[in-house]
């Protein structure tokens, strides 16, 4: 839901700026105290960190990890490796701790895109932590299409991590 709302909130700013007369300069130096993209972003993030996994605005917890919170789950990780935060990285990391055991039910498996795109987190999370744990997972996720031509690449590449 969180992926979803700031997609919503990012889409009206989008249009917003949109409206605004083409000879108009967007100060995207000067920012409303509080409204920076870092403060924004750290906001978002401790958010999500904060919040039980979601099922798409029902009571009840999700079955398997949603879309939308793989796609905040990933773009929080981008967001704490380009403003350097290295806490919030070890927070987002934590996050994925039960996974490993007591909530790995929740693991989508990957017979779908919606459910496919997951690996992306456990890769992610690799590439920032080094954690050994995490490619293995995430490379069940990367099955490249029989006939693609980067197919042996993509073999031989997940292969080295592993």
Same mark, same amino acid.
């Given at each position: 839901?969180?992926?979803?709302?700031?997609?919503?909130?990012?889409?009206?700013?989008?249009?917003?700026?949109?409206?605004?007369?083409?000879?108009?300069?967007?100060?995207?130096?000067?920012?409303?105290?509080?409204?920076?993209?870092?403060?924004?972003?750290?906001?978002?993030?401790?958010?999500?960190?904060?919040?039980?996994?979601?099922?798409?605005?029902?009571?009840?917890?999700?079955?398997?990890?949603?879309?939308?919170?793989?796609?905040?789950?990933?773009?929080?990780?981008?967001?704490?490796?380009? *403003?350097?935060?290295? +806490? $919030?990285?070890? %927070?987002?990391?934590?996050?994925?701790? /039960?996974?490993? =055991?007591?909530?790995?039910?929740?693991?989508?498996?990957?017979?779908?895109?919606?459910?496919?795109?997951?690996? *992306?987190?456990?890769? +992610? $999370?690799?590439? %920032?932590?080094?954690?050994?744990?995490? /490619?293995?997972? =995430?490379?069940?996720?990367?099955?490249?299409?029989?006939?693609?031509?980067?197919?042996?690449?993509?073999?031989?590449?997940?292969?080295?991590? $592993?």
């Amino acid at each position: 839901m969180l992926g979803l709302s700031v997609s919503i909130l990012i889409g009206v700013q989008v249009n917003t700026c949109d409206a605004q007369s083409k000879t108009d300069n967007a100060d995207l130096q000067h920012f409303p105290k509080g409204c920076s993209p870092k403060e924004v972003g750290d906001r978002v993030t401790k958010h999500f960190i904060a919040t039980p996994h979601t099922n798409f605005g029902r009571p009840t917890p999700p079955k398997v990890l949603t879309y939308p919170e793989t796609c905040t789950w990933y773009g929080a990780l981008e967001f704490a490796k380009e *403003s350097g935060n290295k +806490e $919030l990285v070890a %927070q987002l990391a934590q996050r994925f701790e /039960p996974l490993f =055991g007591k909530e790995d039910t929740l693991i989508p498996i990957p017979d779908h895109v919606d459910y496919s795109v997951f690996g *992306s987190v456990p890769l +992610e $999370l690799y590439i %920032q932590t080094k954690d050994k744990r995490y /490619p293995r997972l =995430g490379a069940t996720f990367c099955r490249p299409p029989v006939g693609c031509a980067r197919r042996t690449a993509c073999k031989t590449r997940i292969q080295s991590i $592993l």
